[in-house]
């Protein structure tokens, strides 16, 4: 291999050895990950529906929250109910939103300084778009505080796939 092509095959594989390191742990929480939240509204979206199609409870518990952070973080640690309440939620968050595939439709202003983000989600031959709402919260990480459950109130009993 001449010298001018190794350098610039080298140069190549640690740029993109570099761009993947440097993004991929912030984007999107990693199961078992401290980390919560993501770096942008799209993200949080994005992992929190990543981690609905794996079924990771706890995954999704690091995205779902407020203003104030994630509730599996904020919620008092001795307040065993909270935490029993938060689970259940996102259970059944996980059978509401259990999909195929999805994409992401929009983005746009919500209320109180939150951002919606309308997504296509598709199960089977059935095609939902609910909103999502995602908020910002410490150290400029963003949560999804709300979804618009409505939307999806039947997927719930359909099977993924069929």
Known sequence: ??????????????????AACATAPAS???????ASGAL??????DAFLDAVRVEDIQAMGALFGTSRGALRDTMSSSDRDAAN??????????????????RILSEG?????????RVELV??????????FAVEGPGG????????LAAVRDFCGLQPGS
Not at 4 to 17: D, E, H
Request: glycine residues 6%.
């Open 109 to 117: 202003p919500g209320e109180g300084g939150s951002r919606m983000v």
């Open 40 to 45: 942008a509204p799209r993200l949080a979206v």
């Open 1 to 18: 291999m001449e010298p001018y092509v190794r350098k610039s095959f080298w140069m190549s594989a640690l740029l993109l050895a570099t």
């Open 123 to 132: 199960r089977g031959n059935e095609r939902r778009q609910p909103a999502f």
């Open 141 to 148: 990480r963003w949560y999804i505080e709300n979804v618009e």
């Open 85 to 102: 309440q938060l689970e259940k939620r996102l259970i059944i968050l996980q059978c509401y939103l259990a999909h195929d595939s999805y």
């Open 28 to 34: 999107r929480p990693v199961s078992g990950s401290t």
